[in-house]
């Protein structure tokens, strides 16, 4: 149905009146549709930024987490450290052969017997016993044990022997006993080939670094007893 506005009979600012409603109404069109649009690109960006910052938060969050985890590990890490004075690993027992040694040095005792054992295979550990013989003073053999109940390891003594020399001098008893330390292996085998495990072909244990170092403590001892 078509709209006659019967312009011809009216002035012509009716006809620019009506003109400029029209394209008002024209204009007014387009903008509304093109708000529109944007108005919608407006949100999405909103809700992009939103998102973004919940990851900011996020990040910053996981951040301070990060430094309470790491300070975590560095006590842990110390915790450990100090663990492992006394329950160390099989690479420190060269360091209690020496200060063994050393103890009976500054004790004034006559070494006999120095004799490592193999390593007896626990859960996350091996005990280690050492087979040792002594000839001094008991006032010596109780500083010998106080001094090495100082040391930062665990080491149990078990099967104490003492007799009386025969002859008085210097040194009036003869003390026999195990000292028994124990060695962290963690999930490794206590044992490993060239440790208490026989070789190829050969009938007796072949001795690992610790064990070198061992005999060779035990043979100085021996030499020195037969001084």
Excluded at 108 to 132: H, M, Q, S, V
């Amino acid at each position: 149905m078509a709209i006659d506005l019967k312009l011809e009979d009216k002035p012509w600012y009716h006809a620019l009146a009506y003109g400029l409603v029209i394209a008002g109404l024209l204009a007014g069109a387009v903008h509304y549709a093109w708000f529109r649009g944007l108005n919608a690109e407006i949100k999405t960006k909103r809700t992009q930024l939103e998102g973004l910052q919940q990851e900011i938060q996020k990040g910053r969050a996981a951040e301070r987490k990060l430094s309470q985890f790491r300070e975590e590990v560095r006590r842990l890490e110390l915790e450990l450290a100090k663990l492992l004075q006394v329950l160390p690993s099989k690479r420190n027992t060269e360091d209690l052969i020496k200060r063994i040694e050393t103890l009976t040095r500054q004790g004034d005792f006559t070494l006999r017997k120095f004799t490592p054992g193999d390593f007896i295979p626990k859960d996350f550990y091996a005990e280690w016993p050492i087979d040792i013989a002594l000839e001094g003073t008991y006032h010596n053999l109780a500083l010998f044990f106080d001094r090495m109940s100082r040391f930062s390891r665990i080491i149990n003594v078990e099967d104490m022997k003492i007799s009386a020399l025969p002859n008085i001098g210097q040194k009036s008893i003869s003390a026999g006993f195990v000292a028994k330390t124990f060695i962290y292996t963690g999930d490794e085998a206590a044992t490993h080939p060239g440790e208490g495990q026989p070789a190829a072909g050969k009938t007796g244990p072949t001795l690992g670094p610790a064990g070198v170092n061992a005999r060779k403590l035990k043979e100085r001892a021996e030499g020195k007893g037969a001084e």
